[in-house]
């Protein structure tokens, strides 16, 4: 089982990066990156209206928190790659990421409705942890913070990505390995892309 530090429980407004899987009705997967607080023994949610993340929630009353190092899915999803070996939850009908290093199943307790983010607070259940946690590593850290500017490329102006890509740019140069690589390349063809051709949102 994951522990629950105390700090954790004392800085509720503190968000971690999280890969969020669940399934819909229809029994199709879907994973999608999201920041979540603790609280207690709850993890909230806050997804985006429209997403498909709140409407598998809502209609299954369940979803899995995956924790992982992997920072190629975090960029896979916002690029248009959410296709990750997925295996069966233990106890909810719902799927894990199969290279998660531990993961949490969550059953919805409580539904806060709002026009924009609603805030879906979720009770643990059962957890297990895969493998290990190597340590921080700063293009892992580099890809997160650019899957975030990919997410809103739409929400920001064209010189503040630029600076921001320009700077996440020298802890890839330095530190990141293959899969790092990999992700940054998507997310400078995202940044591209858009540019190209602009779009609106990113539903998670």
């Given at each position: 089982?994951?522990?629950?530090?105390?700090?954790?429980?004392?800085?509720?407004?503190?968000?971690?990066?999280?890969?969020?899987?669940?399934?819909?009705?229809?029994?199709?997967?879907?994973?999608?990156?999201?920041?979540?607080?603790?609280?207690?023994?709850?993890?909230?949610?806050?997804?985006?209206?429209?997403?498909?993340?709140?409407?598998?929630?809502?209609?299954?009353?369940?979803?899995?928190?995956?924790?992982?190092?992997?920072?190629?899915?975090?960029?896979?999803?916002?690029?248009?790659?959410?296709?990750?070996?997925?295996?069966?939850?233990?106890?909810?009908?719902?799927?894990?990421?199969?290279?998660?290093?531990?993961?949490?199943?969550?059953?919805?307790?409580?539904?806060?409705?709002?026009?924009?983010?609603?805030?879906?607070?979720?009770?643990?259940?059962?957890?297990?942890?895969?493998?290990?946690?190597?340590?921080?590593?700063?293009?892992?850290?580099a890809i997160i913070e650019g899957a975030v500017l990919v997410s809103r490329l739409h929400m920001l102006p064209a010189s503040k990505i630029d600076s921001e890509m320009a700077y996440l740019q020298i802890a890839i140069d330095k530190t990141a390995g293959p899969g790092e690589r990999?992700?940054?390349?998507?997310?400078?063809?995202?940044?591209?892309?858009?540019?190209?051709?602009?779009?609106?949102?990113?539903?998670?």
């Amino acid at each position: 089982m994951h522990p629950h530090p105390a700090d954790l429980r004392e800085n509720p407004t503190m968000i971690f990066e999280t890969i969020v899987t669940t399934l819909s009705t229809a029994g199709a997967p879907h994973v999608a990156p999201m920041g979540v607080r603790y609280e207690g023994d709850q993890v909230v949610l806050m997804p985006f209206k429209p997403s498909t993340t709140l409407e598998n929630i809502i209609a299954s009353g369940c979803a899995v928190l995956n924790l992982t190092t992997d920072t190629r899915i975090f960029a896979g999803c916002v690029t248009g790659r959410r296709d990750w070996p997925l295996v069966t939850a233990e106890t909810i009908p719902c799927v894990r990421l199969a290279s998660s290093l531990g993961h949490v199943e969550l059953h919805l307790a409580l539904v806060r409705d709002d026009p924009t983010r609603p805030v879906l607070q979720m009770a643990r259940g059962y957890a297990a942890r895969h493998a290990d946690f190597a340590g921080f590593n700063r293009a892992q850290a580099a890809i997160i913070e650019g899957a975030v500017l990919v997410s809103r490329l739409h929400m920001l102006p064209a010189s503040k990505i630029d600076s921001e890509m320009a700077y996440l740019q020298i802890a890839i140069d330095k530190t990141a390995g293959p899969g790092e690589r990999e992700a940054w390349d998507w997310l400078r063809d995202a940044v591209d892309a858009f540019r190209a051709h602009p779009r609106r949102g990113n539903a998670s």
